[in-house]
């Protein structure tokens, strides 16, 4: 982004303003040469902001306005562009090799005629699903802060010969928030959908049918909060992907007995470990000297594991393996005298 002049009267701005100009670039990886520089204020007016100068000047934190911000680059079927230009709430199809506009949707410009509820505000993440259909994050909250209605993904179909947007369906955020900064959406396997509610510190998972499977925020004494159901001013998510992931901590397992009724119970605790299924007990009068006990099933973080009540605590060592699908051990604790 660079701060460069701009005429802005056709927003309410003055002749010789200013204004923060996005730029895009396509780099080829392999000798990181730039192969093409779009410049969003050579390519788009400023009118096409969805924002007023008045509007644009009253967003703090900004050393210039802001009319064309952009916020993603995706690509299109073709291997072009699309850009996401939050500040104007339209998406942009520009050629990846020539620059040049292919057409627009949404905004004050848009090419494409939309079709009743395939309109949206202040877009994060829209990505091609198929050749004809965008999926996007709906933050419905313009980078002026004025909230539309609650946020969603929403999927739109284009018809280029019928220059047409048609809505395909819509998924809302399940608590009824507006997310003014941030957001993402992905396709996961199987028909699935995950979304991340940028600021509003939530994530979501959707079945392929649009129920929600599970919900998720961030704790209650997270730094952030919400006005009048917008999320503002908070950590947030840019963007959450939902992957596989396999923990695997730096410190060793951990052990702790606890008697009651006269029966002793071992306490296995390895925190961030994902691969335990079953935990191995060992015992003996010596650390060097310890042989297996028994072996229960994992049963959550801190799985207790109730020990014969014929099991000699008083002097003798204890020591947990953590064993995985293969019954192979992948960590154990320090050898403890109880």
Not at 53 to 74: C, E, T, W
Not at 106 to 127: E, I, N, V, Y
Not at 154 to 171: M, P, S, Y
Not at 254 to 264: M, R, S, Y
């Amino acid at each position: 982004m660079k701060t460069i002049d701009a005429d802005l009267t056709g927003i309410g701005g003055p002749k010789n303003g200013k204004i923060n100009n996005s730029i895009v670039n396509v780099v080829d990886i392999a000798s990181g040469n730039t192969l093409l520089e779009w410049d969003s204020a050579q390519h788009l007016p400023v009118t096409d902001s969805a924002l007023s100068y008045r509007d644009l000047s009253n967003i703090p934190g900004q050393a210039a306005v802001s009319p064309l911000h952009i916020n993603s680059v995706a690509l299109d079927p073709d291997g072009d562009l699309l850009v996401s230009v939050r500040a104007a709430n339209e998406l942009v199809a520009v050629d990846a090799h020539t620059g040049a506009i292919k057409w627009k949707l949404g905004g004050k410009d848009s090419t494409f005629t939309l079709g009743p509820g395939a309109d949206f505000a202040g877009q994060h993440d829209p990505q091609f699903v198929d050749a004809n259909t965008i999926m996007l994050f709906n933050n419905n909250v313009d980078l002026g802060g004025t909230r539309h209605g609650p946020s969603s993904i929403k999927w739109i179909r284009l018809d280029h010969q019928t220059r047409t947007a048609t809505l395909v369906r819509e998924w809302t955020q399940p608590d009824n928030l507006g997310t003014f900064t941030q957001g993402s959406v992905q396709s996961l396997p199987g028909g699935n959908t995950f979304t991340g509610w940028g600021d509003a510190n939530r994530i979501t998972e959707f079945a392929a049918d649009g129920r929600v499977l599970w919900s998720a925020g961030q704790p209650a004494n997270a730094p952030q909060k919400l006005e009048g159901n917008v999320g503002s001013g908070g950590i947030g998510t840019y963007r959450a992907f939902l992957q596989p992931w396999t923990g695997h901590p730096t410190q060793k397992p951990e052990l702790a007995i606890t008697t009651g009724n006269g029966q002793p119970t071992l306490h296995a605790v390895w925190n961030g470990a994902t691969e335990v299924t079953h935990w191995r007990i060992l015992t003996g009068p010596t650390p060097d000297a310890l042989k297996p006990l028994l072996t229960a099933p994992w049963n959550g973080l801190d799985t207790p594991v109730p020990m014969p009540a014929t099991t000699p605590t008083t002097g003798t060592y204890f020591q947990i393996q953590a064993l995985d699908k293969n019954g192979t051990t992948i960590g154990d604790s320090d050898p403890t005298k109880i």
